[in-house]
């Protein structure tokens, strides 16, 4: 994946507002990580070829922004936006921030009917009530009181308060974590206050601090190619060219999210599925507890087994873990068992059977979903060993580095192609029947047939390695040629299926 990173927020001494220290966590029922850093870097050079098969169309173009150049991002804006509409820099950023920060959408609406402009923006009321009067009355329009009228103060709008009156109103919506949002007190009145209006009523340096913090919070918010990461008092900003449904990561603190929704990476899931998704299954965790388990009955012995491996493959009985079917009726292209058979007579049927075929349908993905979710957690153990074996060969000298990296690169892209596969299950489970639904779930089970063929071989090296004694051999030349054909293989499978599916 190209990434550019052209600011490796390295300057601890640079100024930062903590923008995320202010909010409260969110918990949208997604999965822990797995816990194999980075493994979507490093790889992709050791199994694509130099030719046209090599696209990935993962590949997305970010940079990580400090504080200081995110400011400087938005101030270059805001200064055009300014001059040319020919306002302060404060209300130029209200006008931005409506507008997601599209600049040549606001110059050419500027062209044809500024006023327009400015009352859609809410910073200046519509034209036909606009009039510039003085106050009618002495007498605040909040509290009532009779103030002298250097007292009363007003927005374009000509509503006119106390200065008492708009230091409360702003000091409660500051408190309370508003920043752009801060209106007019006038009923039915959306005029928005500028920063420069608001910032001389608040009373005190932290409360000016918290309302600076959330006016940034909510320009990087508001703006379409720029996202706050969001790691823990993470200060960095994304910056893309084109926002996109894409991988990023935080040169920072390392966090991975997709730029568009700022959740987990979720390819090829839209953002709206996966959210949909999760929340299904949040709601319906009750239903699926049993699945947790993580237990079954061999089919075989009829005795409790549990999978203690990645591979699906269980070789003391050659089955199927998911299906529990024989592993040779899969066979060597079609999964059966990642594609669900609805019933074509359903709608016919009673409420109560349409029901539960409903729940038959979404368990057979939650279960998948579930198992692979698993495997990553069980190939992350597996990749920590080979890690270890790998040092202590170094260490004795029994080869370099170099010598031992293809087994490394081995587990990392395990885990690239499994999360892949753990996300094609929500894409599958939301798609309506048709050719493009065959398509993807023959795709869907080629991918799946070769990340089982490339775990297993992960497992046997693993397994080889921790067997030997004293260190001693070796894996055959052929065998580690193998190996590598079959990395090549599994993101090749795993590129197809994002390329003909992950359009977002």
Known sequence: MSVDMNSQASDSNEEDFGVNSEEEDEDDGVDEEVDIPGYYEGVASDVEQQS?????PEEYQFTCLTYKESQRVLMEEVNNVAAALKVLPSVAKLILVHFYWQVSQILDRCKSNPSLLMS????????????VTAPQSLQCGVCLQVVRRDYLLTLPCQHYFCTACWEQ?????????TGVGISCMAQDCPLRMPEDFVL?????????????????????????????CPGADCPIVIKVQEPRARRVQCSRCGEVFCFKCRQMYHAPTDCATIRKWLTKCA????????????????????ICIEKNGGCNHMVSGNFCWMCLGDWKSHGSEYYECSRYKENPDIVNQSQQA?????????????ERWENHNKSLQL?????????????????????????WQYLHNAAKLLAKCRYTLQYTYPYAYYMESGQRKQLFEYQQ?????????????????????????GGEGDLSASDRGDLENQMHIAEQRRRTLLKDFHDT
């Open 52 to 56: 046209a098969d090599s696209f990935d």
């Open 120 to 131: 859609d923006a809410l910073v200046q009321p519509p034209s036909s009530s606009r009039l």
């Open 169 to 177: 109103h702003c000091t409660v919506l500051v408190k309370d974590g």
């Open 200 to 228: 001389p009523l608040l009373q005190g340096e932290e409360l000016k601090d918290k309302y600076r913090r959330y006016l940034f919070r909510d320009y990087i918010e508001s703006h379409f190619r720029l996202q706050l």
């Open 283 to 302: 709601d319906d965790s009750e239903t699926a507890n049993y699945i947790s388990a993580h237990t079954k009955d061999c089919p075989k012995c009829n």
């Open 354 to 366: 349409q029901a539960r075929e409903a729940l038959k349908k979404y368990l057979f993905y939650f």
């Open 379 to 403: 190939e992350a153990q597996t990749y920590h060993r080979i890690q270890e074996k790998i040092q202590e060969r170094v260490m004795n000298n029994l080869g370099t580095w170099i010598d």
């Open 445 to 469: 089970a080629q991918l799946e047939a070769e990340i089982e063929n490339l775990s297993w071989k992960v497992e046997r090296a693993d397994s080889y390695e921790r067997g030997v004694v």
